[in-house]
């Protein structure tokens, strides 16, 4: 493949880019994050490699991942959520697609669900709906999937 290949991580503390020319030399380059907006670090991240690293080598491919989202779940720092569903779907988040993924660890305990089993209506909060995220027919994919996003979507966006 011709052309520059760049990876970006957009963390918490800290944005990463790390380039790879064609030829196979690597220059990376780090900046502050930017919780206000999260894109402006990515921007100013891009604009120190070219200063780093000028070059007229085109693009041939930009990546990026947000380490934000990752560790909003992981920490527990996501926004206080909740999941409107019918009552037959109510425990579709704790039964999950198998009871034990681990069937050689007979002490193996699921984590909890980001959103606890299913409370009073909350008024002004960020919504997220199913057919939006996830379009599709999966019994546990499409409200896991939207819970996370309802989850991860107010910290992201900050």
Same mark, same amino acid.
């Given at each position: ?5 760049? *990876? ?8 990463? #880019? ?30 120190? !490699? *070219? ?10 491919? #930009?990546?990026?991942? !947000? ?39 007979? &002490? ?5 669900? !980001? ?5 009073? *209506? &909350?008024?002004?909060?960020? #919504? ?31």
């Amino acid at each position: 493949m011709t052309g520059i290949r760049i *990876a970006g991580d957009i963390g918490g503390t800290f944005t990463d #880019i790390a380039c790879l020319h064609s030829d196979g030399r690597r220059v990376t380059h780090k900046v502050a994050s930017t919780p206000h907006n999260y894109a402006a670090a990515i921007v100013d991240t891009m604009a120190g !490699l *070219a200063a780093d690293d000028p070059s007229d080598e085109p693009y041939a491919e #930009i990546r990026h991942a !947000l380490t934000v989202a990752t560790n909003a779940i992981l920490e527990g720092k996501g926004a206080k959520s909740a999941l409107s569903t019918k009552r037959s779907f109510r425990d579709v988040l704790e039964l999950r697609r198998i009871r034990v993924p681990h069937l050689n660890e007979p &002490l193996y305990e699921k984590p909890g669900p !980001l959103v606890p089993r299913l409370r009073a *209506a &909350l008024p002004d909060r960020f #919504i997220s709906v199913s057919h939006e995220v996830l379009p599709g027919i999966r019994e546990y994919e499409r409200p896991s999937t939207s819970v996370a996003n309802a989850y991860i979507g107010p910290p992201v966006a900050r």
